[in-house]
């Protein structure tokens, strides 16, 4: 959670908040990467909120490296996530309507963590393969990312 959000949770508690989030979907071989994370036990792509000030593409770069331990070389932007299905609650009980801008990533470098603050574990799934448990926020963009590699 940005220091930003920590401030307005602190005037607003649990209150609905709109977030911009940057996110990334990492693709190799035909394969997925994804996080299980370590807030809702469901599985996600990778990303959070953008910080005051920070270009959306940097903070989906640098998400990706604060939970995966990759470096993306170049991003393709999938699209852009809002309406109703991107409003969800947290586990802690704080609200969020999130719209989302995902990109796409299939030229980095680096070595997986084993598992970080936010997440428990990084997995490669077969496009044909995707777990179920996916979180709510990240239905919507993962099925457009499937659809976008399948073209």
Known sequence: MTEYIKTIRKKIGHDRLIVAGAGVFVY??????????RDNLCWAHHGGAVEVGEAVEDAAKRELLEETGLVANSLELL???SGEDMLYTYPNGDEVYIVSIVYVCNDFSGEL??????TLELRWFDLDNIPNDIGPPDR?????F?????R
């Not at 190799?28 to 994370?37: A, P």
């Not at 963590?113 to 936010?118: K, N, S, V, W």
């Open 79 to 81: 699209g852009v996530f």
């Open 146 to 150: 499937v659809e976008y590699i399948s």
């Open 28 to 37: 190799k071989d035909g394969k997925v990467l994804l996080q299980k994370r």
């Open 113 to 118: 963590l084993p598992e970080t603050d936010e």
């Open 140 to 144: 919507r963009p993962l099925k457009a």
